[in-house]
């Protein structure tokens, strides 16, 4: 039986040469390089939003208007900015406060309009990511740093992330049935009849800082970034670890890197 020799080149791989191996060997080099400095990048990405989220009320007390509209329209892409549930900055009475829905209509704001209202300078204006926005960003941080600490022992499976995840869920859902139907999670009867109401009203009632609504944004937020750093950490250093392992002998061979 014969072989036909055209067939048997056509199926040969031709090296690349030129240009063409330059833009491979960069690429791969870009990829090696990600692989190892991903931890940076990746921590990154909730300390820009917390920036962000802090800038926006700076720039409103330094009259820039423009520059600070912009970051609060970028950040409500996924954060809904409601005013009684974000932080204010730079107001008359101390550097971070919060304040309950009457305050804030009393200050002028719309009840039918409440993302819109950013604050004055009497009240300080509010940060671009809302209370459970800004701990989950938090504890992403504080997550990263625990994971690069340990050196990357925190390690943790997909049932243990939804049990994190769970709690941020229930308090969510529960917030969206509220805000369409009766607000029940407004005055929070149910956690009266609970505790025996053996707490203030003000912890039962409303969004303001110390409220039981706000602390359960802060702990469910705070679940939710430790779970999803340590989660997705796990499994980007796995791959990446598995990228450096192929592409650096291949890169060394070539005397690519050193």
Known sequence: MTTNPSNSTSNERKPINGR???AAVFLQKLVYYLSKTWYGFAML????FLLLGLLAPA????????DAQSIYRFLAINNHQLPERSYFLFSEEGFVTTYTLDTLIAQGMNPQDRNAFIG???IGYKTGLNHRMMAIFI???????AWGLAKGKLRIGLFVFLLLLLPILLDGFSHMISDT???FRELNNWAKFITGSAFSSSF???SQAGSLNWWLRI???TLFGLGITWYLFTRFDSYFRKVRQQLEPRLRQIGAIK
């Not at 720039?59 to 208007?65: D, G, P, Q, V």
């Open 204 to 206: 039962y009632e409303g």
């Open 45 to 48: 990405v909730p300390f820009t």
């Open 20 to 22: 063409r191996r330059s």
């Open 120 to 122: 004055n300078e009497t």
């Open 139 to 145: 504890g992403m941080l504080i997550g990263g740093l």
């Open 59 to 66: 720039l409103m007390a330094e009259n820039n208007t423009e």
């Open 219 to 221: 702990l469910t937020g």
């Open 181 to 183: 139907n009766n607000g």
